[in-house]
Nanobody, 127 residues
Framework: QVQLVESGGGLVQAGGSLRLSCAASGDTFSRSPMGWFRQAPGKEREFVAA???????YYVDSVKGRFTISRDNAKNTVYLQMNSLRPEDTAVYYC?????????????????????WGQGTQVTVSS
């Protein structure tokens, strides 16, 4: 069982930056594809960014050029650096982990691809 704990959310003005962190338990982190999702009030949870075991990345179009996902396997942590934030980025952000694999090196964009979820961290961008 993998536990994920997000941190780094908060209130920021439009144009500002935040860095989210997600610390994972266990010893399989380096083999787990990871992702970030977000959910705004009244909306479904949506994909934001993903990173494969080897560090390949993929982003939803609305955050390309503004957000960067990265991982530090020595610290069992995945990050989401968010720059040029907009009010429409306001949401609860969730970290997700897919079960570890020795074979695939894909990025995953669907909620049902992931096996473990964090509790979420609130990001609020004021205009």
């Amino acid at each position: 069982q993998v536990q994920l704990v997000e941190s780094g959310g908060g209130l920021v003005q439009a144009g500002g930056s935040l860095r989210l962190s997600c610390a994972a338990s266990g010893d399989t982190f380096s083999r787990s594809p990871m992702g970030w999702f977000r959910q705004a009030p009244g909306k479904e949870r949506e994909f934001v960014a993903a990173i494969s075991r080897s560090g390949r990345t993929y982003y939803v179009d609305s955050v390309k050029g503004r957000f960067t996902i990265s991982r530090d396997n020595a610290k069992n942590t995945v990050y989401l650096q968010m720059n040029s934030l907009r009010p429409e980025d306001t949401a609860v952000y969730y970290c997700a982990a897919k079960a570890a694999s020795y074979y695939s090196d894909y990025t995953y964009t669907r909620t049902y691809d992931y096996d473990y979820w964090g509790q979420g961290t609130q990001v609020t961008v004021s205009s």
